[in-house]
Structures are given as C-alpha cells and as structure tokens.
C-alpha cells in the first residue's frame, strides 16, 4: 500500500478542520486508520510509572477492547518503555520498541492483541511529561515492519500538524474540550500534555491539582 500525496494532504485537512470545529477527530481517525490494512487508530496516553493509560479516542476499536485495554492491558503492554524514551514526533513501527520474536511470546499479544486486534502497529509521541506520554498509534493485521514503515514516515509528518492544532487549542478552548476533556480528564493521571517549546497547553485532573499546589 502507498501512501498518496493526496492522502497525506486529506488527513492533514482533517486535522485542521477538526481544530476548527468544522468536522471531529474522529473523522482525522476514522482516516488514519484506513492507511494500513485492517487499520484501527487510537490517541491515547500512559504513564509509563504507573503502568495506567487508555485508549479514549479510537477508530475500529470496540468498547470491549477499550475497557479491556484500560482496566488490565495497558500495564502489560510491552512497546510502552520503548516509547516513553523515543523521540518525540518521530513515527516508528512496532518492531523499533521491541523485537517481533519477543514480542509475539508476551501475554499482551497471545492474550489480547492477536485474537482482537491484530499483529503490529506503528506510532508516534506526540508529548511527554515526567513519564506520562501523549501518542497516536495505528494497528494492523499486517507483520511486515518494511511494508508498514511508510505509514510510520507518515505519521512524523502529520506529527507538526498535531502539534499545531494543540497549540492553537491553548488559545481556543473549543478543541481542549473535545480532546483534554475526553481524554485528559477522563484519566486520573497526572498529565500535562505541552507544546514543541515546553509549554503546558492542558492538565489532566491529577496534574491540575499539582499546578495548584505549586501556584503554576
């Protein structure tokens, strides 16, 4: 599967007008998913201390499979440590955070990612604050870490895009409602989800309450 010109300008268009209010984020999901075969998209967070994270925005995901993920399975999923250590901004597949062969000998896979979801994935790190990561990931049913690199590539390039939209939403509270209301504090953890610069543009509850304490 290639990725078109066209493609990659189309999702970067959802970006903006879900920024915007003229569409939502789940049509931007709902797109990313279809790069890759079997796609089903999700922007999400975790702690990488805690082991906590969950899956609240998604395309192809069932409720199941999001609850399941949240309640249990984000403490066991093994391409968690890698990715709260690599470069923010920068789309990699699955194979990057931890080899296959390892991989497909996890309870994470055999248990819950195989019979529900698929075979591997590709993602990005959008923020990061003291342990506690924003990121955007794609699964598949397809293995091939080559074939899905293309997808990873796009992803590092829809990556300033997002950036941007998180910026603008410090200045417009509209898209902080839709995504840090549905997302950030939906959770318990302490996330302070940042620009490029460093700078907090949305608190989760936990973190919001330490800002109060220490007069941020």
Same mark, same amino acid.
């Not at 923010?88 to 296959?100: D, H, K, N, S, Y």
């Not at 195989?114 to 990005?124: D, K, L, T, W, Y």
């Not at 997002?162 to 302490?190: H, K, N, P, T, W």
């Given at each position: ?21 003229? &569409? ?6 709902? !797109?990313?998913?279809?790069? $890759? ?8 967070? @975790? ?24 309640? @249990? ?44 979801? !698929?075979?591997?994935?590709? !993602? ?14 794609? &699964? ?14 796009? $992803? &590092?390039?829809?990556?300033? @895009? $997002? ?26 953890? !302490? ?26």
């Amino acid at each position: 599967m290639s990725i078109e010109a066209a493609v990659e300008s189309r999702l970067a268009d959802r970006i903006y007008s879900a920024m915007l209010r003229e &569409t939502t984020w789940q049509s931007f999901l709902d !797109g990313l998913a279809a790069t $890759l075969p079997d796609g089903r998209s999700t922007l999400f967070y @975790h702690d990488v201390d805690s082991g906590a994270g969950a899956w609240e925005l998604t395309s192809g995901l069932s409720a199941e499979v999001v609850s399941g993920y949240a309640s @249990h399975y984000a403490k066991l999923n093994p391409w968690m440590p890698a990715a709260s250590r690599r470069r923010i901004g920068v789309g990699v597949v699955a194979e990057q955070m931890l080899p296959r062969d390892q991989f497909v000998k996890t309870p994470f896979y055999n248990d819950f990612f195989r019979p529900m979801i !698929g075979e591997s994935a590709v !993602g990005v790190t959008l923020a990061r604050e003291r342990g506690q990561s924003m990121l955007l990931s794609i &699964t598949t049913s397809r293995a091939d870490p080559e074939e899905n690199q293309e997808v990873a590539d796009l $992803l &590092t390039r829809l990556a300033p @895009h $997002l950036r941007r939209a998180f910026r603008y939403a410090d200045r417009r509270s509209a898209i902080a409602i839709e995504i840090g209301r549905s997302v950030c504090q939906m959770s318990e953890l !302490g996330v302070v989800v940042v620009d490029e610069v460093g700078r907090a543009i949305n608190f989760g509850a936990r973190a919001r309450r330490w800002s109060k304490r220490v007069g941020s």
